[in-house]
């Protein structure tokens, strides 16, 4: 049995195309109530109950006339169908039963999530990718009239563009070229959302998920980069020394006091430390003289081990 996928386009909440018979809205209550008064106020001196049914009658459909549209709002009016205007913000009046009020448009920046699934990139690769746009409608009347969802019609907008984006990317681009990509796909997802009214301000790739065998595959090869790299400066350093050894061999070449005293440098380094041991060949120890100073040393070391163990 097959698993359906769930969408990758995460819409807007349809409060941003609200009815208007949704709203509370006290100034038509206001006016209800007004009505119902006059009307009570007729029957009471007419001392019939026609006035009080027909005030109310009359304060139900005046009640249809006030609206409220909010700051960030624009109500787009249809009369007998037909698209009459925009209203809005603060409080506009309808023509009751002829006028109505088709949809409310939130002009404030809309933020939608939307991804791609095991969508497969230029170089054969599936890849999941997350992002985020930021839109706002800039023309309300396009909004109402040119399409019929346009916070939908904009969320599958983005995810075709993504889908496309990535399909013309390799991963290595779509993991080091991100701010390329999201200026693309801007650009992309906003020549399609123009004709609608709506502009996108920007778009955020928030994730890129690779396959888990390819992410070990990149770690080993990562790894084998640096270790590389690592045996590279090694080799250089030995090439820098061998060159340093080369120039002091000819520095100690016509000097041998100095050769000696280099040796005598080293020795006396390897010796002063407490349980050293140094091998020095037989030859070395002859040509510069040192088994005089290799005994006085090592009597030296061996009194001053019995002082500390006394």
């Given at each position: ?68 549209a ?8 249809l ?38 699934e ?31 969802d ?96 080369k120039?002091?061999a ?13 040796a005598?440098?080293?020795l ?16 070395a ?26």
């Amino acid at each position: 049995m097959t698993k359906k996928k769930k969408t990758g386009v995460r819409t807007p909440s349809p409060k941003h195309v609200a009815q208007s018979n949704a709203r509370f809205n006290i100034v038509a209550v206001f006016v209800l109530l007004l009505s119902v008064a006059v009307g009570f106020s007729v029957s009471a001196a007419q001392k019939s109950p026609h006035g009080i049914v027909i005030g109310i009658v009359v304060g139900l459909i005046l009640m249809l006339s006030p609206r409220i549209a909010r700051q960030w709002e624009r109500a787009v009016v249809l009369r007998l169908g037909k698209y009459n205007g925009l209203r809005g913000p603060g409080l506009f009046w309808v023509v009751p039963l002829i006028d109505n009020v088709s949809s409310w448009i939130d002009q404030r920046v809309i933020t939608t999530n939307f991804n791609a699934e095991e969508t497969l990139t230029s170089d054969t690769v599936p890849v999941n990718v997350d992002a985020v746009l930021f839109w706002m409608v800039y023309d309300p009347e396009k909004a109402a009239l040119e399409v019929q969802d346009y916070a939908r019609a904009v969320s599958w907008a983005a995810q075709t563009a993504l889908r496309d984006i990535i399909g013309r990317t390799s991963l290595s681009d779509l993991l080091l070229g991100r701010e390329r990509i999201e200026s693309e796909l801007q650009k992309l997802i906003d020549e399609r959302c123009t004709p609608w009214g709506v502009t996108v301000q920007s778009v955020e790739m928030r994730d890129v998920i690779i396959p888990a065998a390819l992410q070990d595959a990149m770690s080993r090869e990562a790894q084998a980069a640096r270790e590389k790299a690592a045996r590279i400066i090694l080799g250089e350093a030995e090439v820098e020394i061998a060159h340093l050894f080369k120039n002091a061999a000819m520095s100690y070449q016509d000097n041998p006091t100095a050769l000696h005293l280099r040796a005598m440098n080293i020795l006396y380094e390897g010796l002063k430390e407490k349980g050293a041991l140094m091998l020095v060949p037989s030859t070395a120890v002859e040509s510069m003289g040192l088994g005089g100073l290799l005994g006085a040393a090592a009597a030296q070391q061996t009194k001053l081990s019995q002082g500390q163990g006394a």
